[in-house]
């Protein structure tokens, strides 16, 4: 128990020898925004994620069987978004790659800006999903999914993948020590878990109760926060920012 709660506040408070530095507790935030993100997409946009490809590939299955209130077509343009993401995301791995710091900032900035338009765009109507807004939104979210994926996964923090805990989850079970294991990293893991939960709890009270705009308007605050931060926090010379071997 005592490593497990260790390893979280390290998690949450890194020292200032951490070779990840302020990553992590960043990172978990983001983990934060994808539970909002995939709320909001699977709840009010026609239940498609934006986050989760593993649930969009089996979504599209269904869809084409003919299983009812699933669409093929949101699926695919949510691949599509997330993967045009992903790909701009690769190429700011290259430009920045240099400087984990710089990565992450500029990413995030990029984030901050596309949540911005599904914010303006879900104001307009007032909340209410048109086909054009469930595009729209779809669209954005997964842009800024498939980038904040790729850059996650340059930036190579470990059990801090942002946006999937299939192999945290397996990790937690697998590398426990009551199955042999050496137990790494048990308390990051968790709270990655709880940071998922969190996102999604908060996400689908307010999309639930028709506060769409508000639960788009948190992740677009909390994007901007870690982009500031990141900023604030970045200088030439930090260890923490080298790229990892």
């Given at each position: 128990?005592?490593r497990?709660?260790?390893d979280?506040v390290?998690?949450?408070?890194?020292?200032?020898e951490?070779?990840?530095?302020?990553?992590?507790?960043?990172?978990?935030?983001?983990?934060?925004?994808?539970?909002?993100?995939?709320?909001?997409?699977?709840?009010?946009?026609?239940h498609?994620?934006?986050?989760?490809?593993?649930?969009?590939?089996?979504f599209?299955?269904f869809?084409l069987?003919?299983?009812?209130n699933?669409?093929?077509?949101?699926?695919?343009?949510?691949?599509?978004?997330?993967?045009?993401g992903?790909?701009?995301?690769?190429?700011?791995?290259?430009?920045?790659?240099?400087?984990?710091?710089?990565?992450?900032?500029?990413?995030?900035?990029?984030?901050?800006?596309?949540?911005?338009?599904?914010?303006?765009?879900?104001?307009?109507t007032?909340?209410?999903?048109?086909?054009?807004?469930?595009?729209?939104?779809i669209?954005?979210?997964g842009?800024?999914?498939?980038?904040?994926?790729?850059?996650?996964?340059?930036?190579?923090v470990?059990?801090?993948?942002?946006?999937?805990?299939?192999?945290?989850?397996?990790?937690?079970a697998?590398?426990?020590?009551?199955?042999?294991?050496t137990?790494?990293?048990?308390?990051?893991r968790?709270?990655?878990?709880l940071?998922?939960?969190?996102?999604?709890?908060?996400?689908?009270q307010?999309?639930?109760?028709?506060?769409?705009v508000?639960?788009?308007g948190?992740?677009?605050?909390?994007?901007?926060?870690?982009s500031?931060?990141?900023?604030?926090l970045?200088?030439?010379?930090?260890?923490?920012?080298?790229?990892?071997?």
């Amino acid at each position: 128990m005592y490593r497990l709660l260790n390893d979280a506040v390290r998690t949450l408070v890194p020292a200032g020898e951490d070779r990840h530095g302020p990553l992590p507790p960043l990172l978990l935030t983001l983990t934060v925004v994808t539970g909002l993100v995939d709320a909001v997409s699977y709840l009010a946009l026609g239940h498609v994620f934006v986050a989760n490809m593993t649930g969009n590939v089996v979504f599209l299955g269904f869809a084409l069987a003919g299983a009812a209130n699933l669409s093929a077509l949101a699926s695919v343009v949510a691949m599509a978004a997330f993967l045009i993401g992903a790909l701009a995301g690769g190429r700011f791995g290259t430009r920045f790659a240099a400087h984990r710091g710089y990565l992450l900032r500029t990413a995030t900035a990029v984030q901050t800006v596309l949540a911005a338009v599904t914010v303006v765009v879900a104001a307009v109507t007032d909340g209410r999903v048109t086909t054009g807004v469930q595009y729209t939104l779809i669209v954005f979210l997964g842009l800024g999914m498939g980038l904040q994926n790729a850059v996650a996964r340059r930036l190579g923090v470990p059990d801090l993948t942002t946006t999937v805990l299939t192999l945290t989850l397996t990790g937690l079970a697998a590398d426990s020590t009551s199955a042999g294991g050496t137990a790494p990293r048990p308390g990051r893991r968790i709270l990655s878990v709880l940071a998922m939960f969190l996102g999604a709890l908060v996400g689908a009270q307010l999309v639930l109760h028709g506060h769409l705009v508000i639960t788009l308007g948190l992740a677009l605050l909390l994007l901007a926060v870690i982009s500031v931060t990141t900023h604030r926090l970045s200088t030439a010379e930090a260890p923490w920012a080298r790229p990892q071997s």
